[in-house]
């Protein structure tokens, strides 16, 4: 029987174990957990959602302040037109976080960055601009295109001096877009040197409907793309996502052809993973039917998240003057439309108002309080063990990476017990 070790993932001579985590925003894929995967041999992706204020907690810097002093007055305004990114600022908040996780790492594997081009930042092509070259600039070794992929992205670093040297790669969801990308591409002279397909299990945005994400299969998907480069006579490792709970799954994807996998959901229990402690717990407890997918992502994707998530039905302000990531080229988001709605509909106040459809993601996403996830979360409880107190025990990300390199008969190794409560 064979196990993930049996295989390895090839980026020209270099070869890896064949396992990536995948970037979790608003850096709940820290640069720790990056960390561990690249010292262990694999790959790990941070990511560059809400750049500004993962530097701010990260190195002491002030951008968010800074923006939402200069873009005071316009607070209770509804039209977020005129708040603006500085790029200079992006740029560097971008070098500090990228550059300062580079500086950390160890190891023969790789650290990417997850840069998901729905945040448009009311400003979609210059900012997208400044985050890739920023994120060449700060040496990392490569860049993950993510929801919303837009098909000349390639385009925007092309003159970069590490345009052919980083890895560059990108997510789809189907053999479709994929072949749109290429095609849009073609020009550029310059193929991904690594497509993440991500099947409907995933955590975070869905790169499918809301009322028809289960008739979709990651393993008919991933077969798709794999018989779609096979007759091109493309060799662009293929890495499947989205469910891969053990390392069994993972070894059905590599024997069909697959180079890699990419796992997400049994590190959001990990002590190096970003979420709080208190949140990690609620990860663990979930049943599933706590797991739930639905609309309130103002990027318009379906998003899977707890159904307990706090971030639902809030009458949040929205924060765009000191976020704003997700205004759209017109300096709107869906989530300012409905709670204008709401506001409206109860006499021009937000007391008490609840806005069930949208939710301002910036916030809440920024404060740990939209609880996204992989649909199997519901299954975290059966690889740690419960303490004395209730809680669960965090498991640590060398762990979970080594249970899915050397186990098999899908089988999941517990970790050794500890005495102390994880998570008081
Ligand atoms: C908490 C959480 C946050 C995520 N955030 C992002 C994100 O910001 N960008 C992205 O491209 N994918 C995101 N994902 C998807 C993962 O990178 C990954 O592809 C997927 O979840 C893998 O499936 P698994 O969680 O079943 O292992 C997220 C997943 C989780 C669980």
Redesign the pocket.
């Known amino acids: 029987m064979k196990r993930v070790d049996d295989f390895r993932l090839r980026f020209g001579d270099k070869q890896y174990v064949p396992i990536m985590i995948?970037?979790?925003?608003v850096d709940?894929s820290t640069s720790e957990l990056a960390l561990e995967a690249a010292r262990l041999g694999g790959i790990g992706h941070i990511?560059d959602?809400m750049v500004e204020d993962v530097s701010d907690r990260r190195f002491d810097t002030t951008f968010v302040k800074e923006k939402t002093k200069l873009y005071k007055f316009n607070i209770n305004n509804m039209d977020k037109a005129v708040v603006q990114f500085d790029l200079g600022r992006l740029a560097e908040a971008q070098r500090l976080h990228i550059g300062r996780t580079m500086e950390q790492k160890k190891g023969p594997g790789l650290i990417f960055v997850?840069c998901?081009e729905k945040l448009t930042m009311n400003g979609p092509r210059e900012t997208l601009r400044v985050r890739l070259n920023a994120a060449l600039d700060a040496g990392i070794d490569g860049i993950t295109l993510?929801?919303g992929l837009h098909f000349n992205s390639f385009g925007l670093m092309a003159d970069h001096p590490r345009f052919r040297d980083a890895k560059l790669g990108i997510?789809v969801s189907s053999v479709r877009a994929l072949q749109i990308f290429l095609r849009k591409n073609q020009k550029l002279d310059r193929l991904p040197d690594y497509v993440i397909v991500?099947g409907p299990?995933?955590?975070?945005h869905l790169g499918f409907g809301l009322d028809d994400w289960q008739n979709y299969d990651l393993h008919t998907i991933t077969g798709e793309v794999l018989a779609y480069l096979k007759a091109e006579q493309l060799d662009i490792p293929v890495i499947a996502?989205?469910?891969?709970?053990t390392g069994s799954d993972a070894v059905s994807f590599l024997e069909m052809g697959a180079a890699g996998v990419?796992?997400?959901?049994?590190f959001?229990i990990t002590k190096e993973c970003g979420l709080p402690d208190k949140v990690k717990q609620e990860y663990i407890r979930a049943t599933e039917d706590d797991i739930i997918v639905n609309g309130i992502s103002p990027t318009g994707y379906p998003m899977r998240m707890l159904r307990s998530t706090p971030a639902i039905g809030t009458n949040t302000r929205p924060g765009c003057e000191s976020y704003g990531y997700l205004l759209d080229a017109t300096g709107n988001c869906a989530y300012i439309n409905s709670y204008n709605r709401e506001v409206v509909a109860n006499g021009g106040s937000d007391k008490g108002i609840k806005v069930m459809d949208k939710t301002c993601l910036c916030t809440h996403m920024r404060n740990f309080n939209c609880w996204?996830?992989?649909?199997?979360t519901y299954r975290l409880k059966d690889t740690t063990h419960k303490l004395p107190n209730g809680e669960y025990q965090l498991l640590t990300a060398e762990h979970v990476f080594k249970d899915y390199q050397f186990s098999t008969d899908n089988r999941i190794a517990l970790p050794p017990k500890e005495e102390e409560a994880a998570c008081v």
């Open positions: 995948g970037g979790m925003g709940i990511s959602a997850n998901m993510s929801a997510i991500e299990l995933a955590g975070g996502a989205g469910g891969v709970f990419q796992v997400a959901t049994r959001t996204t996830c992989g649909h199997y």
